[in-house]
């Protein structure tokens, strides 16, 4: 027998219990004719006392030993109410060595010492760590949520193939060669998108599936190369209704994970989100929206700034507050930059700027009026083209939140992005992309629009974000052959084209397709942000580096000659 209990759980109410236990260890002290050990087992860590007469010579205890000890559960003189087994110990008589181990690399405790490429070589080291063996427990429990909830609202999980062909989702695939088809080669799929699609046409009524989707991206920092997405489809549905639903899952899981209750989501327009943020992915727990000030400028005839194309600023309420005169000088510096400009209304109710020659007194006091800003508020101002001035004071705004501490991780707002672009003119090919994928509804009243002005064309496409991050994205799908071709056609694919790589899709579209909609939610992006937005890696067991690189099993790797050639590689 390995153990009677496990480390989490011997308690007071079990003193004088003969007890047996595994586990590693994780710290040894010496107190000359004692040991004092914590083992440590995946439910916690209790404390042996060891004589060392009970030891047996030649017989070394090391960390992360695998010991097995029988003994007594005992009082402690010096408790610790930290852990749930603080208060006892166990008096040791008998103990045994399962199992050596090597130094480890790096310290297996709450705290590491350990860099990520340390631990993502020895990732079960790093597992044996509570901060990881915990974000997978949460991980867990939010999978098997997902599960219970869709499941209780009519949702079927239906798996999909992994191996199909390569499809236009706005990522390279992954390819893998045939052995048995010469020449020809499989794609992972990036999203089970055409399935879930077909499944509708199948006549499901609701799918989902927990699903890896693989897509051979750049990797960066918070991006994997493959990846889990909650999928999920439903027919005969409109915008609203998918929004409707999904936003009540999303309240459900954070109370069952966390039991937080969000508010209802707000929904902005894309065009709204990027006039108020600059940006189609907002951090919305801080306001801070863009103000428009072409007409304040011209009115008011500041040179300089009037004959600019878009002059737009954002008022930080009470920043005086928050960080004394120095450190504020010190972050002014760091986000200078030519077409900005910053005003700071001192508690003394003196006026400072930023050193630009246009800015004098009165126009000081024209943008405090029309702000309303008071003692202790900070302006921003950015001017120049339309787009770049959007982009650029987006970006200065979460560095202020940044600075200002604006960016409370146990605050959530959630918000949807809804009637983003249909395409988007791509310089490099020379042709309209999708924003979403080409599976995407245009809005009826644009679809005059193909023609004449492409970009223009909103799509009933929605995504949503949470404390800026993009959780999950969707669309109302096409579900009228003609206008599937009409985009293909549009996405610059020739007849042939469409018919060698969606013929089998559009030959569905023959057979009665009910209107249908979706959305993939990021599993690993939800998990995270979840629990506050630090690392994705940390909340996936096996995660593959920056690079796309699995650092542990050290791949990807180069292929025998033997296995090239059954794959017809020469
Ligand atoms: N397949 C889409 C994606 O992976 C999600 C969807 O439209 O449902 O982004």
Redesign the pocket.
Known sequence: MYRTHNCGELSLKDIEKKVILSGWIQKIRNLGSLFFIDIRDYFGITQLIVSKKSVKENFSLEKEFLIKVEGKVVERLSKNYNIPTGEIEILVFHIDLLNSSLFPPFTIENKTDGNEEMRMIYRYLDIRRNPIKNNLIIRHNLVLETRNFLSKNGFLEIETPVLINDTP?GARSFVVPSRTHPNKFYALA????LF?QLLMIGGIDKYFQIVK?FRDEDSRSDRQIEFT?I???MSFVEEHDVLVFFEYFIKHIFKKIKNIQLDSFPRISYSDAIKMYGTDSPDIRFSMSFVELNDLVKIKNISLLKEQEFVIGIKIKKCHDIHNNDKINCFLKTIENKNFFWIRYLHNQTLLSSNQNFLNEKILKIFVKYFKALPGDLLFFSYGKKIKTRKELGKIRLKIADFFNLKDPKIFKPLWITDLPLLKWEERSKKYKSV??PF?SPKEEDIHLLEKCPKNIRSKSYDLIINGVEIG???IRIHNKNIQNLIFKHLGFSKREIESRFGFFIKAFEYGVPPHG???FGLDRLVNILEGNKNIKNFIAFPKNNYGKDLMINAPSLLEKEKLKELHFR
Do not use: L, V, W
């Open positions: 989702e990036q999203s089970p998108q879930k989707c997405q999928d999920c489809e979403h994928h995407t994205s969707g669309s979706g959305i993939a």
